[in-house]
Every structure is written in structure tokens, then in C-alpha cells.
């Protein structure tokens, strides 16, 4: 157990909607990292906040946004949703910008 | 642009047999090298990491890695393989100097037979 928590464990849902993905870092930890994690793309980076402030995208699409909040937990939310949008959202964790990230359970999104 | 390759898609072992996973990445400066493994179902578990240092690292489960800068490599290591050490194994690089964002490479998927 990596101390990072990730809800929903399973998402279903259906194209065009909208869908919200929670973490909750480990104690102490002030960064938050987004991945996505699909069979075509493998695991890709999307985007990362430190306490609070927006730090550095990767390949994250317009249609997607997050934040973190003033208790450290982040949200990852997906609007308009293709059947590609299906795949594993991965949250992690670390103490400080650059260090060693620890990852969640994941949250497995299937759009129908 | 940096980027990781892991050349073999599946491999599989005898179990008591030696491993060896292979791990190339492309990165202009000093990389962070890191492995990570994943069991199905489950997320990623960190198995050890290069930040500077010593050129071989030591991680849980009795895994190890050799950072080659001469070779852009960071290939896994195991000396007698598990049954329980079937999963798929991830090899990353830091973005940049700070490590922020991991580069991933594609997987190995390592099976175990008895």
C-alpha cells in the first residue's frame, strides 16, 4: 500500500458525459501527478500540481481539467467523454517537486 | 525529445532462473531512472531508483540495476526468479533535471513457468 488513495476504484459511464476522479496524496506529500494509462498509449503523463499551483502538463486534453485543493487532495475531471477516453487513471504522490512518486490503485474509467 | 525503450515485450523465465530486463532511455542530461512493476489489477509499486551515486542500485524484492551511461541503459536484474515476480514491469525517466513528469517505456510482461 503506496499511503495514496484513489476513488472510484471502477467508472462506467457513457459518451458525452462527464466524469470526476479523486486523490488523496500520501501525508505530507505536496505534489500531485495525473496519468493515463491505456493499451495504444501506454502510460502517459498528464498533469502535475504542487500545493496547490498548476506545475506541468503533458499530453492532457482540453476537455480534461484538475485541481488540487487547500487540503492537498486533487480531483481529474473529464467532460465530453469518447469511447478512447476508457483506460486506468493513475494518481501519485511526493514529498517535494522531483521526488520519488508513489501511485495509487488507479481508477478504471469504460465509456460505452 | 527524451524518451524510454524497453525492447522486449514479453519475456519468460524458469522460476530459480536469473532475469535480466532491459531498459534504454534517450535524455540529454543526467537522468533520474526509475522501475516500477505492476501486478495485474493493481497500480504501480516502485522497485528501486537512480538519482546519482553509486552505479548499481539495490531495491525491494531483490531486484537490482545497473545505470550504463556509456550504453543510455538501466537494465533490471534478479538472481532466482519468483513465481510471485510475474507482472509487467515499467521502466521511467524523469522529464527533466527535477525529475518532475515520468517518461514511461511500454512494459515487459514477465511470466514465470515452473
Known amino acids: 500500500d503506496s499511503g495514496v488513495t484513489q476513488t472510484p476504484k471502477h467508472l462506467i459511464t457513457a459518451t458525452g458525459q462527464r466524469v470526476t476522479l479523486r486523490c488523496s496524496p500520501r501525508s505530507g506529500d505536496l505534489s500531485v501527478y495525473w496519468y493515463q494509462q491505456s493499451l495504444d498509449q501506454g502510460l502517459q503523463f498528464l498533469i502535475q500540481y504542487y500545493n496547490g499551483e498548476e506545475r506541468a502538463k503533458g499530453n492532457i486534453l482540453e476537455r480534461f481539467s484538475a485541481q488540487q485543493f487547500p487540503d492537498l487532495h486533487s480531483e481529474l475531471n473529464l467532460s465530453s467523454l469518447e469511447l478512447g477516453d476508457s483506460a486506468l487513471y493513475f494518481c501519485?504522490?511526493?514529498?517535494?517537486?522531483?521526488?520519488?512518486?508513489?501511485f495509487g490503485p488507479g481508477t478504471r474509467l469504460t465509456v460505452l | 525529445a527524451q524518451s524510454v525503450t524497453q525492447p522486449d515485450i514479453h519475456i519468460t523465465v524458469s522460476e530459480g532462473a536469473s532475469l535480466e530486463l532491459r531498459c534504454n532511455y534517450s535524455?540529454?542530461?543526467?537522468?533520474?531512472l526509475f522501475w516500477y512493476v505492476q501486478s495485474p489489477g493493481q497500480g504501480l509499486q516502485l522497485l528501486l531508483k537512480?538519482?546519482?551515486?553509486?552505479?548499481l542500485v539495490q531495491g525491494i524484492k531483490g531486484f537490482e540495476a545497473e545505470f550504463k551511461r556509456s550504453q543510455s541503459s538501466f537494465n533490471l536484474r534478479k538472481p532466482s526468479v519468483h513465481w510471485s515476480d510475474a507482472a509487467e514491469y515499467f521502466c521511467?525517466?524523469?522529464?527533466?533535471?527535477?525529475?518532475?513528469?515520468?517518461?514511461f517505456g511500454k512494459g515487459t510482461t514477465l511470466s514465470v513457468s515452473s
Open positions: 535524455y540529454g542530461a543526467t537522468p533520474y
Open positions: 537512480y538519482f546519482s551515486g553509486d552505479t
Open positions: 521511467a525517466v524523469g522529464e527533466d533535471q527535477a525529475g518532475t513528469a515520468l517518461i
Open positions: 501519485a504522490s511526493s514529498v517535494e517537486e522531483g521526488g520519488t512518486q508513489y
